[in-house]
């Protein structure tokens, strides 16, 4: 029998649970995902394992334009509006109809992502992003939010590593320390408690036990 998760906070009051992984570049997040995502099946979950930018036709097009390498004049409204675009295409076609389902829900990046991005680090503002937030997730919160957290130059070192280098990888340093900062910021102020810090330059699998701890205690698992 498959088990099933009681929603708490996304405004929706849906039945299944988002667990989003967010972090800057090279933090381990699609590694966690899967390896959580096995976990949770195991223990039972109907689990389903998603990404932003991408998850669907019209989301995976858009990601191959917002975050392509040859796009280096891409304005920052036009970036704005891009990953919301593909946002709202993920969420209802996939992550709305699951959380409906009572599926647990992994993420690699959501809202955050555009909070941090876009709204603190490109200047946008917070206000601005979360209505344009709210519009494409239709008022949904993850339950719980992974900051897989290590140093901005240890992270674009891995980045350069794993081929494949996408535009927001290119650039500066100064702009990925700004985004560990302003998810460090995030944390601190979070006032829904969902937010887990986790201390990504230790080893895969210390990562993996330190999340799988924290999902026990999250939901209930023995």
Not at 50 to 59: A, D, N
Not at 76 to 97: C, D, G, N
């Amino acid at each position: 029998m498959k088990r099933t998760v009681e929603n708490k906070q996304t405004r929706r009051n849906a039945p299944g649970w988002l667990i989003t992984f967010e972090g800057g570049e090279g933090g381990g997040k699609s590694t966690q995902i899967t390896r959580l995502r096995a976990r949770l099946i195991k223990a039972g979950f109907q689990v389903i394992a998603l990404r932003e930018p991408g998850g669907t036709v019209i989301s995976e097009q858009i990601r191959t334009v917002v975050l392509s390498s040859k796009n280096t004049g891409m304005a920052f409204t036009t970036e704005v509006l891009l990953f919301q675009a593909a946002r709202a295409q993920i969420y209802r076609e996939i992550v709305l109809p699951s959380l409906i389902a009572g599926k647990v829900v992994l993420m690699d990046r959501s809202r955050d992502s555009s909070v941090v991005y876009q709204g603190m680090v490109r200047g946008f503002g917070l206000d601005l992003i979360e209505k344009l937030n709210n519009i494409s997730t239709q008022d949904t919160y993850p339950n719980l939010t992974f900051l897989l957290d290590l140093e901005a130059k240890l992270g674009l070192l891995r980045r350069q590593q794993s081929e494949e280098i996408n535009r927001l990888d290119q650039e500066s340093l100064q702009f990925h320390k700004h985004v560990r900062r302003a998810y460090q910021q995030l944390v601190q102020t979070d006032k829904m408690d969902r937010w887990e810090l986790i201390d990504a330059s230790q080893s895969q699998r210390q990562v993996e036990l330190a999340i799988w701890r924290i999902i026990q205690d999250r939901l209930f698992i023995k």
